[in-house]
């Protein structure tokens, strides 16, 4: 089974605090993506990669960049946290760039910026 | 741009009822996928879907896919307190990424 995890499933932070959002995936594949989900709103993609040291912008990128080192790594960083970027951030990976193929989700960080 | 719309927003039912959710999407999709989420969970692939006019049933949850390949639904018989969760569908945007549908959320009262 695909297994992806995510660092936390609760943060805290302050305005102005840089913030690491982790995410690994065990099964080898090529893609990998950062999206938040707030209420009424969906699911809403920020920042995806299809190779390691490759990313794309999604929907929503302001606010926040990513970082690609290992293909099983996928990092979200927030510059500068503010309260607007509080919300529950979903990692998933997909193993095939054609036609959009099935993403696995990690269990979610619930980010919290006071 | 691309546009993916789920209705209704939200659905309660009484145990034992249906339900159905709309997927519509503002153009042709190469297929449609769905997804659940359970309450404090993240979302879990259910099906794909791929021909045009193409039915899919898994158990209860009987899946269809338009023949204008533009919509989907969802139906759910005879619903379960196991069902409650929200619904994804999602289909490839113009650059291959996934544009997720705006979801249903269902709650089955027992």
């Known amino acids: 089974d695909v297994k992806v995890t995510q660092s936390s499933r609760y943060l805290v932070k302050r305005t102005g605090e840089k913030v690491f959002l982790e995410c690994v995936q065990d099964m080898d594949h090529e893609n990998m993506f950062w999206y938040r989900q707030d209420p009424g709103l969906g699911l809403r993609l920020i920042y995806f990669s299809y190779d390691v040291k490759m990313k794309e912008k999604g929907d929503i990128p302001e606010g926040y960049s990513v970082s690609r080192e290992k293909k099983e790594r996928f990092s979200l960083i927030l510059e500068s946290a503010s309260t607007n970027q509080t919300s529950m951030y979903l990692c998933?990976?997909?193993?095939?760039?054609?036609?959009?193929?099935?993403?696995?989700f990690g269990p979610g960080t619930r980010l919290t910026v006071l | 741009g691309q546009q993916v719309m789920q209705i209704p927003q939200y659905q309660h039912v009484q145990e034992g009822e249906d339900f159905t959710t709309y997927c519509n999407s503002s153009?042709?999709?190469?297929?449609i996928q769905w997804y659940k989420q359970r309450p404090g969970g993240h979302p879990v692939f259910l099906i794909q879907l791929v021909k045009s006019g193409e039915v899919k049933k898994q158990k209860r949850l009987t899946f269809q896919f338009g023949e204008a390949k533009k919509n989907s639904s969802l139906h759910i018989t005879a619903t379960q307190t196991t069902d409650v969760g929200t619904y994804f569908c999602a289909g490839p945007g113009n650059t291959d990424k996934l544009i997720f549908g705006t979801g249903t959320r269902l709650q089955v009262f027992p």
């Open positions: 998933a990976s997909s193993s095939d760039r054609v036609a959009a193929d099935t993403q696995y």
């Open positions: 153009t042709t999709l190469s297929n």
